[in-house]
């Protein structure tokens, strides 16, 4: 019964996260780690609250230990799937009381209700249906379930055995380029440096002119990137590519990559100066 009820609360995660992923992209997304329709920490998350909680008498109380054991669950395989893989596959840093961008607020408070909808209701009346159905054919329908459930697991992480690989290389390149543009745009022995250095110094109209022109703007720089990002995209395999769709908001572990910010800060403040020193002639 522990495992067709899991099998339950794993399809219907899968099925509330691809509807609600679906409509906050505009787009049709098979949403969850694996290839099957299963999101198995909705199911882990279920069981546990059953496991554990049942005995909890109010429903304020149970509530607040089900919100917390879920954000501790949806913390801690953030943590754990980064570690493997090097990415974080979901990021909540854009919502209202996130927790380093592994949990927030609001999925927190959701994550109460829907512990309070499993114990009392849910849980209740899919222990009455399974009661219900003969005991050889819930079985047979639970073991299948494992066998495709184990089979899906097995695919998944040979097809992503490479990936956390191919997400290093890609951050190394990247770092390597950023930290390159970098030192060419401040310490280079070329005129774009030597412009960058004449136009924080002086306001002298001619610097920022000949700066305008030698130096590359925000597309050359954004250029590198998007140069990178396609080779990594091309190096992908079909497993690969269904998880990265599957996490829109997926973002590499990179912590290399302020460099490149700093570049970015570099040609704003460089353009800032600029403009300041073309107004400061215009009003003379």
Not at 60 to 82: D, I
Not at 187 to 196: F, H, I, P, R
Not at 238 to 250: H, I, K, T
Request: proline share 4%; hydrophobic share 50%; glycine share 8%.
């Amino acid at each position: 019964m522990l495992i067709a009820s899991f099998a339950v609360y794993s399809c219907a995660g899968w099925l509330f996260e691809s509807i609600l992923c679906s409509v906050s992209e505009h787009r049709v997304i098979n949403r969850g780690f694996l290839n099957g329709p299963v999101c198995p920490i909705y199911g882990a998350g279920a069981m546990a609250a059953v496991i554990l909680l049942s005995g909890i008498g109010t429903i304020p109380s149970l509530f607040g230990y089900g919100a917390l054991a879920c954000s501790v669950l949806e913390y801690s395989t953030s943590v754990v799937m980064e570690k493997i893989y090097h990415a974080r596959w979901w990021d909540y840093s854009d919502r209202f009381l996130n927790l380093n961008g592994r949990i927030c607020m609001p999925a927190t408070v959701l994550f109460g209700f829907f512990v309070v909808l499993v114990v009392r209701v849910l849980q209740p009346a899919l222990e009455a249906l399974f009661a219900r159905m003969d005991p050889r054919v819930l079985a047979g329908l639970c073991g299948i379930f494992l066998a495709i459930f184990a089979l899906d697991l097995l695919v998944t992480n040979i097809g992503l055995s490479r990936f956390r690989d191919k997400i290093d290389a890609y951050c190394d390149q990247l770092t390597v380029q950023a930290q390159g543009v970098y030192a060419e745009l401040t310490e280079g022995d070329n005129m774009v440096a030597e412009g960058y250095q004449r136009i924080k110094q002086s306001p002298v109209g001619h610097a920022y002119v000949r700066l305008r022109e030698l130096m590359p703007g925000p597309v050359a720089i954004e250029d590198i990137g998007h140069s990178l990002a396609a080779s990594f995209s091309a190096a992908l395999n079909d497993q690969e590519r269904r998880v990265m769709d599957a996490f829109p908001r997926m973002r590499v572990q990179a912590p290399k990559l302020p460099s490149m910010d700093r570049v970015r800060a570099l040609a704003e403040s460089v353009a800032e100066t600029a403009h300041d020193a073309l107004m400061s002639l215009e009003d003379r």
